[in-house]
């Protein structure tokens, strides 16, 4: 893949992995990016996961030729893109490297490395090559305390890290928004302040190409991948409509899941997505959670508590700094219903989240009066669209 005459891709697309930090599942693989600047002086840009380093040392062969490099810039130190350091130290033995002061702290926790060969660089300093300039951009929190991205200025190229990243290769047969979305709230979410911040600082900058660390370049897309960050990370629907996640033990919470999306979608309610979560991707369901006005629980009480799949789903949408939010609640339960007030009191914990009053409570069986309260139910929940 090229970037451009001076600017070369040495990322890897990992086909056959399937599940990406042991959590989230990969339909499409994933990109491990990297880059190289050939110049005056050169500078190898990030490396690669231990599953991908082997590539990406063929890789970064095959772009240097016979050229060593004199910096490698590190701008995130998470394995996935730093195990790759080791290698690169040892095969480049006077090469130094680029990274944030933090980033030197916690270095040893991650490769054995001469700290000596270290430069430290920080907000609004400077790489000099040559043609090329790389400006350094701190962006602590995003989504790791050390981040640093750059900006090459003759190009307009942003190097941003994990920042405008994705699941899936980079030669994925898919559009970018849904597994960035997917990606941005699971990974980076719970940092919007941070995003909101570095968000600020890019548009200073004429950026004409964006290269993250995971999933395609972005060209002619960047007007959209910044509106839409902009409003992930403002915690702000994306869409005018309805998410509705369900837990339902034998059938009967899911058969009233179905009859509420019918019923607002009767009532022109303009998106209603329904998710199983005892099945569905947990984080296809945060995603869903985030980009919807309104948020519909509905779940068996279990155990003097909620049904364990949409207890961990809250949890989820907790450690993700879910907000701003209409949601409604519904249960079921054969006795002692409990599942409305455990599923409150996790949303009580969360921030500017609109409880509606009305409630639903089902025992075993959805009943025609059961419909109807789902009736007046999905008529607050029109209203808060």
């Not at 089902?362 to 669209?385: F, H, K, P, S, W």
Request: charged share 25%; hydrophobic share 40%; aromatic share 8%.
């Amino acid at each position: 893949m090229k970037i451009s005459d001076s600017i070369k891709y040495t990322g890897v697309n990992d086909y056959d992995v399937d599940l990406f930090e042991g959590q989230y599942i990969l339909e499409n693989g994933m990109a491990y990016n990297s880059y190289v600047i050939l110049d005056e002086k050169t500078a190898l840009l990030d490396t690669a996961d231990k599953i991908a380093v082997d590539r990406w040392l063929e890789n970064i062969d095959e772009a240097l030729g016979d050229v060593v490099p004199d910096y490698l810039v590190v701008h995130h130190l998470e394995p996935d893109h730093s195990f790759g350091i080791q290698a690169a130290c040892d095969k480049f033995p006077n090469m130094k490297l680029v990274m944030s002061a933090n980033a030197k702290r916690m270095l040893p926790q991650f490769v054995d490395v001469d700290l000596d060969r270290v430069i430290t660089v920080a907000e609004g300093d400077k790489l000099e090559l040559g043609a090329h300039t790389l400006n350094f951009v701190a962006a602590p929190m995003v989504h790791w305390p050390e981040v640093l991205v750059s900006y090459e200025s003759s190009e307009k190229v942003l190097f941003s890290a994990d920042a405008f990243g994705k699941f899936g290769t980079t030669d994925a047969d898919e559009g970018w928004s849904c597994e960035a979305r997917r990606y941005y709230f699971n990974i980076v979410g719970k940092f919007g302040a941070q995003v909101q911040a570095l968000l600020k600082k890019a548009a200073g900058l004429d950026i004409q190409t964006i290269c993250p660390l995971h999933g395609p370049i972005l060209t002619d897309t960047i007007p959209e991948v910044l509106k839409l960050y902009n409003t992930w990370s403002s915690y702000e629907p994306e869409d005018r409509g309805v998410f509705i996640a369900c837990a339902s033990i034998h059938g009967n919470t899911l058969k009233a899941a179905e009859k509420l999306k019918e019923i607002l979608e009767e009532k022109g309610c303009p998106r209603v997505a329904l998710a199983d979560l005892t099945r569905d991707d947990i984080a296809e369901c945060v995603e869903d959670g985030f980009r919807h006005s309104v948020l519909v629980c509905m779940a068996s009480s279990y155990d003097g508590g909620v049904f364990a799949p949409m207890d961990d789903y809250l949890n989820h949408l907790a450690h993700k700094a879910f907000q701003n939010r209409a949601v409604a609640l519904v249960e079921n339960a054969s006795w002692s219903p409990c599942a409305i007030r455990t599923m409150k009191a996790h949303f009580e914990n969360m921030k500017n989240i609109k409880l509606l009053d009305k409630t639903v409570s089902i025992r075993t069986r959805m009943t025609d009066e059961n419909v109807e309260q789902l009736g007046a139910l999905a008529d607050e929940i029109m209203a808060n669209v």
